[in-house]
């Protein structure tokens, strides 16, 4: 109990010293920092905030099934962006109508219920020859494996890559307070990663990876910002069922995978002309730009700490 | 007042509907709001997107003869105040115009879609004569260009399930008849504002 005292406290500390930045480097504009990028910073900030407050929702005495929920409405606003961003046609109708009303609620239900042996399946296997087959039928064969495969993608990274994360919720041989801390710890140092790579980006960023897709991410960046979650991860783990090291690896493989979904996402982002998801629709944060990191790395994460639990 | 707060609410989550209003404002003034059309919820997305004091005032014209059918149309009809022209018996001095406007009195705005039918395809048809002949008779109205995007990807036409993707609803400048413009000319202007508002970003 005393340690999620703890841990929120220092999460609620770093949010506030974050949010007195954006603030204090808002106010001054002799700092000549690019107004768009710090209005991006607070953006992020505000969205982190919503994110940790959403979080603490696991932590309260009652059903792991309502964080559930909580992702459920999340992946559904991110597959919505997603393929509101996709062109699809009207031959796709009737296969987008099941992709959002069967198989997204189905993933976490069957997520609720603890059926692993199902949820891991569900979309690999049967949404994924599901979708083909009703758009076959639908009898439209213009760019037929363009359309089921971008179908495909946005229900893999926005549904079931992100239901994993509250997955670690049922995860066996810990106890429920920890298992509530495990998954604080996971979107903590996602997001905390994103931030660090920025950062590094910005002070010592030289060697672009690749200009064409994201002109922000670096080398430097990149293996910055893997460092230093590892070492944060490292300093945390006194809140996880980890050992230091397992936790400083956990830190890296979070910041790897939240690369690879970032350099992803901006990917289709690029093929598509659009900055970010949030400005396809005026007044919709994009929350897909948000959570990119998170989709792309729970899988991983929790694979890794079953195998570590088990 | 219960049907219309349970259909706004349920169609502004299906649509996920954003507002814009590019140089232009919500008015209280009598306005003909002309969008192009290519599903059912259109009427409902438009009339939401209004504020609330506006949409007191703004009626959709419907067929009447399709709304009229059975309890629960005409109820919707006439939880949305929906101004129903019957269709099929248009008469030498009650033609379709004169009784909008007739209904429209000093007070009433009205939703129209000119391309007359949805549209199955992309893009915008071309405009039926009736927003002319409204701007004829009623000089003083402001025209308002309404353009809807992607509900057709929403809603289909001939499709009954939604797919709850992300629209918007964009307002733009009021037009005006020209004095001495012609039919052709006017509606070929009025269907480029409307086009117009699809290319902002």
Redesign the interface.
């Given at each position: 109990m005393a340690q999620n005292w703890a841990l929120a406290g220092m999460v609620a500390a770093l949010l506030l010293v974050a949010t007195t930045v954006g603030q204090i480097i808002k106010s001054q504009p002799q700092l000549g920092l690019n107004p768009a990028a710090v209005a991006a910073f607070n953006g992020r900030v505000r969205s982190w905030w919503i994110i940790c407050c959403m979080l603490s929702v696991a932590f309260l005495p009652i059903t792991p099934a309502v964080t559930v929920a909580l992702f459920g409405c999340l992946s559904?606003w991110a597959l919505?962006?997603f393929?509101?961003l996709t062109p699809?046609r009207?031959g796709d109708?009737?296969a987008?109508?099941w992709v959002?009303f069967l198989f997204t609620p189905l993933q976490y239900v069957l997520v609720a219920m603890d059926l692993y042996r199902l949820y891991s399946i569900l979309i690999p296997v049967y949404a994924f020859l599901f979708i083909p087959a009703r758009v076959a039928i639908a009898g439209d064969p213009k760019r037929f494996l363009e359309r089921v495969a971008k179908i495909q993608s946005g229900l893999l990274v926005c549904v079931y890559c992100l239901s994993f994360a509250p997955a670690l919720l049922y995860l066996k041989n810990i106890q429920p307070a920890e298992r509530s801390r495990l998954l604080f710890f996971f979107v903590t140092m996602a997001l905390l990663s994103e931030a660090l790579q920025y950062i590094w980006s910005r002070t010592y960023g030289q060697h672009v990876i690749a200009p064409a897709i994201n002109a922000t991410r670096t080398w430097e960046g990149l293996l910055g910002g893997t460092a230093s979650t590892a070492l944060v991860a490292w300093a945390l783990s006194l809140f996880t069922p980890f050992t230091h090291w397992q936790a400083a690896l956990m830190g890296m493989i979070i910041a790897v995978m939240g690369f690879a979904g970032a350099m992803t996402m901006s990917a289709i982002k690029r093929d598509r002309g659009v900055r970010d998801y949030g400005t396809?629709?005026?007044?919709?944060g994009g929350v897909l730009d948000r959570i990119d990191a998170i989709c792309f790395a729970a899988p991983v994460f929790y694979h890794v700490t079953r195998q570590i639990l088990a | 007042m219960l049907t219309e707060f349970a259909l706004t609410t349920l169609a502004r989550l299906l649509s996920g509907a954003s507002v814009r209003w590019i140089d232009s404002q919500p008015d209280t003034c009598q306005r003909i709001y002309f969008a192009n059309h290519t599903s059912h919820l259109d009427v409902i997305l438009v009339w939401s997107a209004l504020p609330h004091h506006v949409r007191e005032l703004t009626r959709p014209v419907a067929a009447k003869d399709y709304w009229s059918r059975g309890w629960i149309r005409r109820h919707i009809a006439k939880s949305y105040n929906a101004l129903l022209i019957d269709r099929k018996q248009v008469k030498v001095h009650q033609s379709p115009v004169d009784m909008m406007l007739q209904e429209m009195g000093t007070q009433h705005s009205v939703i129209i879609f000119p391309e007359g039918g949805r549209r199955s395809e992309d893009g915008i048809g071309e405009f039926k004569s009736g927003l002319y002949y409204l701007a004829k008779k009623r000089p003083d109205l402001e025209l308002v260009p309404v353009y809807i995007e992607n509900m057709n990807r929403i809603l289909p036409r001939g499709e009954f399930l939604p797919v709850p993707l992300l629209s918007c609803v964009s307002f733009g400048p009021p037009i005006y008849l020209e004095s001495a413009e012609a039919k052709v000319q006017f509606l070929k202007r009025a269907r480029a504002a409307v086009i117009s508002l699809k290319e902002i970003e």
């Open positions: 559904f919505r962006e393929i509101t699809t009207l109708h009737r987008l109508f959002f396809l629709v005026e007044g919709h | -």
